[in-house]
């Protein structure tokens, strides 16, 4: 009989963070650290061996937890319960932990060509992230460059963000359609919202329907609503395209929302400082999806994006994982990403240094983070551009926060 052994994982890294109390939100202190995660198959084995270290500026005990995934990195869905060594709760910060994983007992007889392994920490006072988002720390950054005298991203100035959950990826087809669906049966208008195919993310949504699916997945989680008709924030806002202002806004709701500008960038960002991209200060096709990028979609059609996720280590031809330091992807191009805020080229400059939230309501809103028509300069993290709220071009997608 032939034995089927499980295939070679490849390592990932995440950041978790330590939640503490706030004032009218939740914030986050500095979060511990995973980071050179390793992990094979031990040869003639159905073990996997995975190190990686750990440190925490509080020296906490963590909890420690493994995920496996079986299609690089887009779900972690496949059971890792047979685990020993520096795992579960009670592990000291430190370098070269390890954690025995018997794939025979939880996943025997199983062939996955795209494994993939992911540790995270938790001090046991933070929240799991929620399924599919990633956390983003409190804390100071530099929002804006100075570099090739991108002029809409000046002047830099340092602002301070709460901390938030963010989704890992750009809304998918699946996602949009799933919420969409509940939300019109809920006597919601949104329409809109195109796909190339299934995992790619959804194009062609205007600002306002990207708000009221907010709201919608709000709902249909039975979590508070963040946007409103009236300052009150009594009529959730559900028809109609209004230009909603900030005191329409409930800041403080745990429901799903877009992200601030400079929550945006910050998230973008993952970490590093006065870089032109979240990895650094080039780009190539390996990276991102832009305009010439040559990746593996390039002539399939229009539009050419690539699926949420796709530089996740398994792109065509195979790379390395693009994902950010918080874990994010396609932070750089394959869709533009709409933000909350109005655009406004004084306030950006003059803004409030604590979680700004825009100026009024004008003639246009904010987006990020480029696309698959935009060229490479345009998926800068500082780059800044805007439309009109109800445009909904075949580059403009988003991904959605919460606290």
């Not at 887009?74 to 910060?93: D, E, F, M, N, Q």
């Not at 299934?198 to 306002?208: A, K, L, M, R, S």
Request: net charge neutral; aromatic share 12%.
């Amino acid at each position: 009989m032939k034995t089927r052994i499980f295939s070679p994982l490849f390592a990932s890294l995440v950041l978790v963070a330590v939640l503490t109390a706030g004032t009218g939100c939740v914030t986050f202190a500095a979060p511990p650290v995973v980071s050179n995660v390793t992990a094979s198959q031990r040869a003639g084995t159905k073990l996997v061996d995975i190190t990686y270290s750990l440190s925490d500026a509080d020296g906490d005990l963590q909890n420690v937890q493994v995920e496996v995934s079986g299609d690089a990195g887009l779900t972690y869905t496949i059971p890792a319960t047979a685990l020993s060594g520096h795992v579960g709760p009670g592990v000291a910060p430190g370098t070269g932990r390890s954690i025995v994983w018997n794939a025979g007992v939880d996943w025997n007889g199983q062939y996955v060509p795209l494994g993939k392994i992911r540790v995270t920490a938790f001090d046991g006072t933070t929240p799991v992230p929620p399924a599919g988002m990633v956390l983003i720390p409190a804390g100071n950054f530099q929002m804006g460059d100075n570099l090739d005298d991108l002029t809409v991203a000046m002047p830099v100035h340092n602002v301070n963000v709460s901390g938030f959950f963010m989704d890992r990826f750009e809304v998918s087809k699946e996602l949009w359609q799933n919420v969409q669906a509940w939300g019109v049966g809920q006597g919601y208008s949104i329409s809109g919202g195109s796909f190339k195919a299934p995992g790619h993310p959804v194009y062609g949504v205007t600002w306002y329907d990207a708000v009221k699916w907010c709201n919608a997945r709000s709902q249909k989680e039975g979590r508070t609503p963040v946007y409103y008709t009236d300052t009150a924030q009594t009529l959730i806002y559900k028809t109609t395209n209004a230009d909603i202002t900030n005191a329409m806004v409930k800041w403080t709701a745990d429901g799903y929302r877009l992200p601030t500008e400079a929550e945006w960038e910050k998230a973008a960002r993952g970490g590093a400082l006065g870089l032109r991209y979240p990895w650094g200060n080039a780009i190539t096709g390996s990276q991102a999806n832009y305009a010439g990028s040559g990746d593996a979609f390039e002539n399939t059609g229009q539009p050419l994006t690539t699926p949420v996720g796709y530089y996740n280590g398994s792109q065509l031809p195979a790379g390395v994982d693009m994902a950010n330091g918080y874990g994010l992807y396609d932070m750089a191009g394959n869709v533009w990403e709409w933000c909350w805020d109005s655009y406004g080229s004084t306030y950006y400059g003059s803004s409030p240094s604590t979680d700004p939230q825009g100026p009024p309501p004008g003639a246009s809103r904010v987006f990020r983070g480029g696309s698959w028509n935009g060229i490479a300069n345009y998926a800068r993290v500082a780059y800044r551009d805007n439309t009109t709220p109800g445009g909904a071009g075949n580059s403009v997608g988003f991904r959605s926060v919460r606290r």
